[in-house]
T-cell receptor
């Protein structure tokens, strides 16, 4: 399957723990975007990354959230000291080398539940 | 700021019924408009899009027309199938930062045989 791969699909954490969500873009894609969907709401842009660079993090909360896309390996969205309000579906999307071309290719999402 | 509003679900229809899922938007510029679909157990995928007023996007029997005068992009299909059961998302892209899609909350569609 050459699609966008996200794992884990479901993650349960207790308040104060850390959550790490991983995203491998489609083959040939070098741009990664993270979106968050809170219950009963639409997706909200969080961050846009290229390999080893954060291009736009204007949608990321200023504290506890960080993202990276290393030269090797998947993109990681890291949430430190999780709180109940972090419970959401986190979607990763990718686009080709040329950047955004009018279509985003999404993974199945990672659903985080904070107890 | 820009926003997208789509009809709440779930929408339940019988097979071969006519489908309309309403989507309206507010935007200061000239956004592109999208419908994405998420089938059970899969990621979101682009269904159709329109980039300027009066454009009609179409795919798999679905259509939507970019209506600037009513700021709408309603999704329609003449005869739905059980396999169309999914969650449908309306979205717009900011004219200046086009990868920052603004999304509706999604509409769950259930088609009964």
């Amino acid at each position: 399957n050459a699609g966008v791969m996200q794992n884990p699909r479901h993650l349960v954490r207790r308040r104060g723990q850390e959550a790490r969500l991983r995203c491998s873009p489609m083959k040939g894609h070098s741009h990664v975007y993270w979106y968050r969907q809170l219950p009963e709401e639409g997706l909200k842009f969080m961050v846009y990354l290229q390999k080893e660079n954060i291009i736009d993090e204007s949608g990321m909360p200023k504290e506890r959230f960080s993202a990276e896309f290393p030269k090797e390996g998947p993109s990681i969205l890291r949430i430190q000291q999780v709180v109940r309000g972090d419970s959401a579906a986190y979607f990763c999307a990718s686009s080709p080398l040329s950047g955004y071309t009018g279509e985003l290719f999404f993974g199945e999402g990672s659903r985080l539940t904070v107890l | 700021g820009d926003s997208v509003t789509q009809m709440e679900g779930p929408v339940t229809l019988s097979e071969e019924a006519f489908l309309t899922i309403n989507c309206t938007y507010t935007a200061t510029g000239y956004p592109s408009l999208f419908w994405y679909v998420q089938y059970p157990g899969e990621g979101l995928q682009l269904l159709l899009k329109a980039t300027k007023a009066d454009d009609k996007g179409s795919n798999k029997g679905f259509e939507a027309t970019y209506r600037k005068e009513t700021t709408s992009f309603h999704l329609e299909k003449g005869s739905v199938q059980v396999s169309d059961s999914a969650v449908y998302f309306c979205a717009l892209s900011d004219e200046q930062i086009n990868y920052q899609l603004i999304w509706g909350a999604g509409t769950k569609l259930i088609i009964k045989p």
